[in-house]
């Protein structure tokens, strides 16, 4: 009948009210994403800055964000030479200025060489410019104390998020009990169950051992899996590596006994390794995936499928506005990678400007050229800051009684425990409000200071914490602290 | 058991062989993905690029790519004014040379006033500058004679083609004979065929009357919904204006019966218009659906969903590299913007130097500013040789015996319609090739010549196309197109 209606040219009466596109109608796999680090606390910041910009007044003059991993925007300096070898990509006319160092010229015409038309607008091929790729092979290599490291299993990529979600693609199928299953650790980075609720996949979560330092334990791994297997099919371990948002970095025991547990159960490795950059902790050190399974020698070496995953977003650079970034695998079945080549081709490319900058961070300036003293320097000065605010958190927050927080041996982000008054925890149950979500946007009213609640990241039932990076300037950030331990005595005391 | 032989830390034999990814295992929607635009021609073109490096003797000195819209690989200039106000961007200590107009330096401080931090090197929010949304607002309105866009409507984005396919995300649902269903043009752009096959919905095809320059007929539309309707549940219509691959330009008429019968048949409409600068036959001209869309007046302009595209890689300027783009949506629900919104947060935010470039070009310099000058000669010096190569393209290809095009009214492609004698069809299936595949391997074989087959972006059963760029130096092209038709000749002649 409707078919007729249309032939006549006339409107089917669902042509006039109902939207083709609506909550009911649309995508559900969509409808379940969550992503808490922009989420409802994001959202009500942006608000309260307009509100301070049209001159309410507030309890405070200014909104401090902690929220996301951004550390540009929280004042810290681009690293001069990369910025420079960018601009006279971006406009060669530059080349023959006297006011940039030979090397960042010679490192940008090298860069203009193998660019379509000498030209950083031209597309790439899909998984990155080949010299970029053989650049990020030299550095692992470098990296991982000479094992070797083949361009050909190197994608670059629209910073870390993009390669993750394409590798997450590959892995699934099925449906109902067959459904692939991934673990993820609990707290999580939120990529990963947005991903995973996008894809249709699910997600299996394993925790971490706060009362050990956020440590990863196997026998955890062990029982997570064995429940998950009876509900769908485990296939992917994601591992992040330093910790996001815990900021632990693990041993290489540990690291060794997931490869070993992820080999004997048959999983797909995925580590998370966009912090190899910032590790602080005395005695911590960064062990790549790659180079442990590698060292662990047959069978594993051979066997174990691993991805490996960086970014020009955190590190020493935090250049996050160009998205840029890699994935390595390894032991991949080459079928299936020259189907991930081909899933590549149809975005086109990376941004290259994004792929010049991870040319620069995998080959930085050599002692012997001109910009190395300044490049190493800003470097230094950078992680040294990170260390030092990394240490000043722990202290002023395991100083407030009902706050504790586990040390930040890397990455930039504390994820302390909050001690919360029945009487809130009540309240917030009565707003409908997850309990640390409540005591985060009380937070945000009074103090200005934006963080995430744990409930966005997960966290053992009837433990509440939030997420806060520890990238303001030093003075910045220890007022800050102050005011947030302040708040804490303040709000509990009123629920108490 | 095999949990019991894990727990004894021990291998299951499966461990020991198998992948855990493999041909069989991994999504097999994605392994249904094809892209032909960078398949096995691209490949093997790259392969005979590495040969005559390594001094291989070969038929031809280079190789002509010809088969995808890179404008800047193929030679075309940046416009100056967009790179010098990136290059500021990028290293705003250059804010104080004096080798950059004012404007320039004007425009680049307006984006780095809104950037986290003041750096173009700070995440955005997800969907993307508001200031830079306000200005591609503005543009809209001046471009659709004054009818009104909302800033809040409009979404930054990773090139136009992460835009659509976050569109088509939210459209997918359903099982089986509920599939949501989505009508594209054939011959398409192989994006579409892409993303349809990856989210696991159902491509409607509707043909483009190759006779009447690849014209859109309602009828045509209305039996392709038709026939989709008895299997899938179509939910979407797919238009490419100025065309990809085909270049046609449509008529405001044809662009009004698409939206009415959109309309009628309750279909969200998408309107890929990234060609909307690029418009060069007699007569020609773009209207955006948007526009006709409101001066249609109600019930279409208050209810039909529309989703307009737009990108810096196309037009005038070329920037494909950047990655940079939009999606306006129009009388979308507001509960599924906001999941629309939602979503992009996961992904971050689309490329800052990408974002920037979109604010350029929606506000370039005005005629009282010192770059307009130059910006508008460089602007016509590109645009009036893309029409030259257009003419240029038609003529020779249609005194060509075998060969046969529409004339390029718009975009950067031509789709020839190829004859081919029975002997080649033969030998192509002999050899499990589609019968233009064949012959434009067999091109690119003899005379270097990269163009991309027309079953690559499909076509009437029984006809053979494909696809060339009208991209190179005019001089360059004409060498090219006599080579091609002396080739088709030679090709002809030895199959007959």
Chains 1, 2 share one sequence.
Not at 27 to 47: D, M, S, T, W
Not at 243 to 262: H, K, L, S, W
């Amino acid at each position: 009948m409707a078919l007729r209606e249309s032939d006549r040219g006339q409107a089917p009466r669902k042509g006039l009210k109902e939207k083709v596109l609506t909550l009911d109608t649309m995508n559900p796999c969509v409808r379940r994403v969550e992503y808490a680090v922009r989420g409802p606390i994001l959202l009500r910041a942006l608000e309260l800055e307009q509100e301070l910009r049209q001159g309410v007044k507030k309890p405070f003059t200014e909104i401090i964000h902690v929220n996301t991993g951004d550390a540009q925007a929280m004042g810290q300096k681009p690293i001069t030479f990369l910025r420079q070898v960018l601009a006279l990509c971006v406009h060669p006319a530059l080349l023959s200025s006297p006011d940039f160092p030979e090397d960042a010229k010679r490192r940008a015409e090298r860069i203009l060489q193998v660019c379509g038309g000498h030209s950083i607008g031209a597309y790439s091929i899909s998984s990155g410019i080949q010299m970029i790729r053989e650049d990020v092979a030299l550095y692992i290599e470098r990296r991982d104390g000479g094992i070797p490291a083949d361009p050909n299993n190197i994608f670059l990529s629209t910073g870390a998020s993009d390669a993750i979600v394409t590798v997450l693609k590959l892995l699934v199928s099925g449906h109902g009990c067959t459904r692939t299953g991934v673990l993820i650790p609990i707290p999580q980075y939120p990529l990963y169950s947005a991903a995973l609720a996008e894809l249709d996949a699910v997600q299996v979560d394993y925790y971490l051992d706060e009362e050990h330092a956020w440590a990863l334990d196997v026998s955890e791994l062990r029982r997570a899996l064995r429940q998950a297997r009876d509900h769908c099919h485990p296939r992917a371990l994601c591992v992040i590596n330093p910790g996001n948002p815990t900021g632990q970095v693990q041993t290489r025991e540990c690291i060794e006994a997931i490869i070993r547990f992820a080999f004997e159960e048959g999983l797909f490795l995925m580590a998370d390794e966009v912090y190899q950059d910032n590790v602080y902790a005395e005695g911590s050190q960064f062990h790549s995936f790659k180079k442990v399974l590698m060292e662990m020698g047959p069978p594993f070496a051979a066997q174990q499928e691993l991805a490996s995953f960086h970014s020009v977003s955190k590190g020493y650079m935090g250049e996050c506005g160009f998205r840029g970034g890699y994935v390595e695998v390894v032991n991949m079945d080459p079928e299936v990678q020259r189907q991930m080549q081909k899933l590549l081709t149809v975005q086109l490319c990376p941004p290259v400007p994004g792929q010049a900058l991870v040319d620069m961070v995998v080959s930085p300036p050599a002692p012997s050229d001109p910009s190395f003293a300044q490049f190493h320097a800003e470097r230094q000065e950078v992680l040294g800051q990170l260390a030092a605010k990394a240490r000043l958190t722990e202290q002023i927050i395991n100083s407030t009684p009902g706050l504790r927080c586990n040390p930040v041996q890397g990455a930039m982000y504390s994820f302390p425990r909050i001690e919360l008054p029945p009487r809130a925890v009540q309240h917030a149950q009565e707003l409908g409000l997850a309990p640390d979500m409540f005591f985060c946007l009380c937070l945000l009213e009074e103090t200005g200071i934006c963080v995430v609640p744990g409930s966005g990241f997960g966290q053992r039932e009837g433990t509440y914490h939030f997420r806060m990076t520890i990238l303001p300037p030093i003075e910045k950030l220890r007022l800050m602290l102050e005011k947030l331990s302040h708040f804490h005595a303040k709000f509990t005391s009123e629920y108490s």
